[in-house]
């Protein structure tokens, strides 16, 4: 999956959630004020208490806020892990999409850049130090 398709998921995500609280505040409003539960279901009648609305409400976007803010946590964390690339220990290859390339294939399809090779400071003391190989001479 990509980075872009994730976008769009939590936006869903996101606006489910916010969609299902939003009906949990209209209900409560519809019980509180409409009084559905006489009009409708045959309940006995109770009188309107706008404070016992509020402190609901109030309560509602207190777990919609905790709610909510648990899933962007989660969203962040999982942002992060997908943006790890995946590289085989012992040939080097990166995973991309399942498929295995080296990793100038990789730089160059992601990123559009092309390779050069050379050596890094700490290989070049490394290979001062270490002593020619001495080809044998047969007899």
Partial sequence: MKIEDS??????I?????????????????????DVPFRFLGALKTPLRPQEFWFEALSVLLV??????ATLWVF????ILEAFVQVCAWCRKVNVEDEWVSFEQYLKREL???STHGICPECRANAARRPAAVPEVSA
């Fill in 76 to 79: 962040r964390r999982l942002r």
């Fill in 112 to 114: 559009d850049v092309q």
């Fill in 64 to 69: 919609a806020t905790a709610v909510i803010t």
């Fill in 7 to 12: 976008h769009i998921y939590e936006r869903v």
């Fill in 14 to 34: 996101l606006a489910i959630e916010v969609a299902g609280f939003s009906i949990l505040l209209a209900v409560l409003w519809l019980d509180e004020y409409v």
